[in-house]
């Protein structure tokens, strides 16, 4: 390296240390940086529930302005997550729930509560998705026709074209989108692979990545798997300059005891897995996939499952058992001291 070289590198070393306070994947200090800090609740309603004592959704406080909401396991077996953003100018809630989630009620108090607190009358809504399957759609058409003043609701339909328009994301799936809440900037990143028109959210002010349902505590339901692969690398080659605080996925089906997960269909889940992943699990699903030379497979990682999905990778006896698990977990949803 000549002088110069060696010169303009070191300059270069120092101009990322000193704008590196927001958008660097290190901070100089563990003193948290200027990163929004927020909690995680010790345990979910699913682990203990009693479906005569749950609601139908888990409101938690992130913090004052992110809000992360669980549908009861008591509605669906699926039990999703939704997100719930507040910026100064809009709020954004990616997701609408699964089969018999009824969000409005909950969205309605959650939101009202936030101006209440905030001395506001109103805020507008924009509804997006993760990605467009049934259980993260649901409650669409509840949403759109909620018909709220305080809360009028622009609504971002679940596939790629809508997508791409909203976010001004001009090529699909190597640009990334934005959209700006007030004070407030999230990146959307599309990851096709899961499904058509998944998408992973950045929140630049919390530094959490919402990675929908291509990294969770859970299996990874995979459908195109050169996609999901691409789509991986891209979320490393995202966030290898940001802070990552938190990757959140939109479920938990794995328990905390390494390799095992629930059985698929599980309402009632004690001793569930944490929700929230880090970029470390982000590489180690990359190793996981590179690892199968392009040859889709199942595997068990301490923490998730890959899972190809479709009728080639079905095993026998899967329907009937999720069926005969289904059956047994409603026979005991009032009571869970029963045998
Ligand atoms: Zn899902």
């Given at each position: 390296m000549s002088k110069v070289s060696v010169?303009?590198?070191?300059?270069?070393?120092?101009?990322?240390?000193?704008?590196?306070?927001?958008?660097?994947a290190q901070l100089p200090e563990p003193n948290g940086g200027t990163i929004e800090r927020g909690t995680l609740p010790a345990r979910w309603y699913s682990e203990d529930a009693k479906?005569?004592?749950?609601?139908?959704?888990?409101?938690?406080?992130?913090?004052?302005?992110?809000?992360i909401l669980r549908q009861s396991p008591c509605t669906d077996f699926e039990k999703p997550f939704v997100f719930l953003f507040f910026g100064k100018d809009k709020a954004l809630l990616a997701d609408t729930?699964?089969?018999n989630g009824n969000i409005v009620p909950a969205i309605q108090l959650t939101v009202k509560n936030w101006l209440k607190r905030n001395g506001r009358a109103s805020i507008p809504l924009i509804v997006v998705h993760t990605h467009e399957h049934e259980d993260h759609t649901w409650g669409d058409k509840?949403?759109?026709?909620?018909?709220?003043?305080?809360?009028?609701?622009?609504?971002?339909?679940a596939e790629v074209e809508a997508t791409k328009k909203f976010y001004g994301i001009q090529t699909?799936?190597?640009d990334i989108g934005h959209v700006d809440l007030g004070g407030r900037i999230i990146d959307v990143i599309p990851i096709p692979g899961h499904s058509a028109a998944s998408v992973a959210f950045y929140d630049r002010n919390t530094a959490v990545l919402l990675s929908s349902d291509s990294l969770y505590p859970g299996r990874l339901y995979v459908q195109d798997?050169?996609?999901?692969?691409?789509?991986?690398?891209?979320l490393i080659e995202f966030t290898k300059d940001k802070p990552v605080a938190n990757i959140l996925g939109n479920h938990i089906e794995e328990t905390n005891?390494?390799?095992?997960?629930?059985?698929?269909?599980?309402?009632?889940?004690?001793?569930?897995?944490?929700?929230?992943l880090t970029r470390g699990t982000l590489l180690e699903l990359e190793a996981a996939l590179v690892s199968m030379h392009g040859v889709p497979q199942r595997l068990a990682l301490r923490d998730f499952t890959?899972?190809?999905?479709?009728p080639k990778f079905a095993r026998p006896g899967d329907r009937e058992r999720f069926q005969q698990h289904v059956q047994e977990e409603k026979a005991h949803m009032w009571d869970h001291s029963a045998p």
């Open positions: 010169l303009s590198a070191s300059m270069a070393a120092v101009l990322c240390l000193s704008s590196c306070a927001v958008m660097c479906c005569m004592e749950i609601p139908e959704w888990q409101v938690h406080e992130y913090n004052p302005n992110f809000f729930g699964s089969r509840a949403l759109q026709a909620m018909n709220d003043p305080a809360i009028p609701v622009t609504f971002v339909p699909w799936p190597t798997f050169a996609a999901f692969q691409a789509s991986t690398e891209r005891t390494p390799y095992l997960d629930y059985p698929v269909g599980t309402m009632y889940q004690p001793n569930e897995h944490e929700l929230a890959v899972w190809p999905s479709g």
